[in-house]
């Protein structure tokens, strides 16, 4: 169904059949219930607290031993985030913890050079996001810590780390 023909379903319809349905909709899915529970009680710190404590949890698990360390879980959380509407500037730090937290994690173990290649993604992406919402005063020092960290430990794609510092400028 074309967004047209829904328009044109909705004029249709009496107020009592519109209510029942978005009533409907609301108990049968539960994106649904999210988007309306944020719409009207936007307890965003609840939601960044909680994406932050399972992303901390993806390197530094709590129930298991083996740490799984994918930075898949923190990018469902990012475009989720993006899709309710959160605050830009928390979507950034959930953006720079993810990376924060697993450069300490990097420190502790031995990982592929997939992994590296996979934080330099997410901080090409984290430096793109601050930098198109004009969040670079706030973020400034964050980015260059991490940024800085790639340089001391000798990352691999050092030189892509310093072009995707360059956005910034």
């Given at each position: 169904m074309s967004k047209r023909n829904?328009?044109?379903?909705?004029?249709?319809?009496k107020r009592k059949e519109l209510e029942s349905q978005l009533i409907d909709l609301y108990e049968r899915f539960p994106v649904v219930k999210e988007f309306y529970d944020f719409a009207f009680n936007p307890k965003e710190?609840?939601?960044i607290q909680n994406a932050k404590v399972r992303i901390s949890n993806e390197y530094y698990p709590v129930k298991r031993?083996?740490?799984?360390?994918?930075?898949?879980?923190?990018?469902?959380?990012?475009?989720?985030?993006?899709?309710l509407g959160v605050a830009p500037h928390l979507i950034a730090d959930v953006m720079l913890y993810n990376i924060e937290i697993a450069q300490s994690f990097s420190l502790e173990r031995n990982v592929a050079d997939s992994f590296y290649k996979s934080l330099l993604n997410s901080f090409t992406e984290a430096t793109h996001y601050v930098s198109v919402n004009g969040m670079l005063p706030e973020f400034k020092d964050r980015i260059l810590k991490v940024y800085q960290?790639?340089?001391?430990?000798?990352?691999?794609?050092?030189?892509?780390?310093?072009?995707a510092l360059d956005i910034l400028d």
């Open positions: 829904l328009q044109k379903y909705i004029k249709e319809l710190d609840k939601l031993r083996k740490p799984k360390a994918r930075r898949s879980v923190a990018q469902k959380f990012i475009k989720h985030f993006i899709n960290f790639t340089q001391d430990n000798h990352w691999l794609f050092e030189e892509e780390f310093s072009r």
